[in-house]
């Protein structure tokens, strides 16, 4: 079993590096011929101004890359006849990829419109909130997920009741938009969701847990690849459709693999880079104008400290390390 899960593992991560560098780069040009390039907002860093131009909608090619992945796997797992103990796993791909839908429409606005705003903010929020509904009612009904929560450090459970549904649903929409959020500067979003990977797989041989192996290759090929593309400086950005896919299959996952608040913890930096945000409009505000950080997500308040991208993403994916060492420890 070790030594299958193991090869199938390696085959998996290789192949979908592969196939991520090649839709990366056939990606490119053609966006580029579509004029499907970013346009940056006054309001934007002034330094930024130089990423204009270049090509978003890069999450295409990761998902392609992952979803062939997924397919192979449920195709074999069908012909052994054990597919059905893999529902879980295909309910949390396909509520990534109905975020990642929604990231694909708004990046598509953004293009025909030449703006940045894409979908209205509320009009995201409601297709958000109505996916993660949905997958949380599936989930429920079908019997892989329940309202007894596992209390980190501690061999306690946590009995929620049917106030789970809406902790649940909350989390969901939030960790989406916090990853949605962190993906800002060149190669952070990538390489925070790479060591994530990295914590999935560890967990998987630890356990023997094909499902999140299969997350935890997708995520540590498809992100190495894409960060080829997508490293300081960046020729292509992942977008809305990328980066909402993402962070829904980072706390989907957690979600799947009965750690949801294990999965706040995973998920540190989404979390943190959101609440900057939030904590940035809250006191603008009450304070009439005044503001928490010089620019808001954190990473903006850093490259506005003088600190450069290389730095930034240095340090957040340091961080992130830290965070899935303590994620480890408590499961």
């Given at each position: ?62 998902i392609l890359a992952m979803l062939l992945a997924a397919t192979a796997f449920f195709?074999v797992r069908a012909v052994r006849g054990t597919s059905a103990q893999y529902i ?96 800002g500067i060149d190669g952070l979003a990538s390489s925070v969701s790479w060591v ?136």
């Amino acid at each position: 079993m070790k030594y299958s899960m193991t090869m199938e593992f390696i085959v998996t991560a290789i192949a979908v590096f592969a196939v991520t560098v090649v839709a990366e780069r056939i990606l490119i040009p053609i966006l580029r011929s579509h004029k499907a390039g970013q346009r940056i907002l006054d309001i934007g860093p002034r330094w930024h101004k130089a990423k204009e131009g270049t090509p978003i909608m890069g999450g295409i090619g990761f998902i392609l890359a992952m979803l062939l992945a997924a397919t192979a796997f449920f195709v074999v797992r069908a012909v052994r006849g054990t597919s059905a103990q893999y529902i879980p796993l295909a309910l949390t791909l396909a509520f990534a990829v109905c975020n990642g839908a929604i990231g694909f429409v708004d990046d598509y606005c953004k293009l025909i419109k030449k703006q940045n705003e894409g979908l209205k903010w509320y009009q995201k929020l409601i297709l958000q909130f109505a996916i993660a509904i949905a997958f949380v009612c599936v989930m429920s009904y079908t019997g892989y997920m329940d309202t007894d929560v596992a209390i980190p450090f501690t061999n306690r459970v946590w009995h929620l009741g049917w106030g789970f549904y809406p902790m649940a649903v909350i989390s969901l929409v939030g960790i989406v938009n916090g990853g949605n959020i962190t993906d800002g500067i060149d190669g952070l979003a990538s390489s925070v969701s790479w060591v994530i990977g990295g914590l999935f797989a560890v967990w998987a041989f630890a356990e023997g847990n094909e499902s999140l192996g299969l997350v935890g290759a997708i995520l540590l090929g498809s992100m190495l690849g894409f960060l080829i593309y997508n490293f300081h400086p960046a020729r292509i950005f992942m977008g809305d459709t990328g980066s909402l896919f993402l962070g829904a299959l980072v706390i989907g996952s957690c979600f799947m693999a009965g750690r949801e608040l294990v999965g706040f913890i995973v998920c540190a930096v989404f979390i943190f880079e959101m609440f900057t945000s939030f904590l940035q409009v809250a006191w603008f505000r009450i304070s009439h104008g005044k503001r928490l950080f010089k620019m808001a997500p954190f990473h903006h308040h850093l490259e506005k400290s003088n600190w450069n991208e290389y730095q930034i993403v240095g340090l957040f994916f340091v961080v992130e390390i830290a965070v899935c060492v303590v994620a480890w420890f408590a499961k």
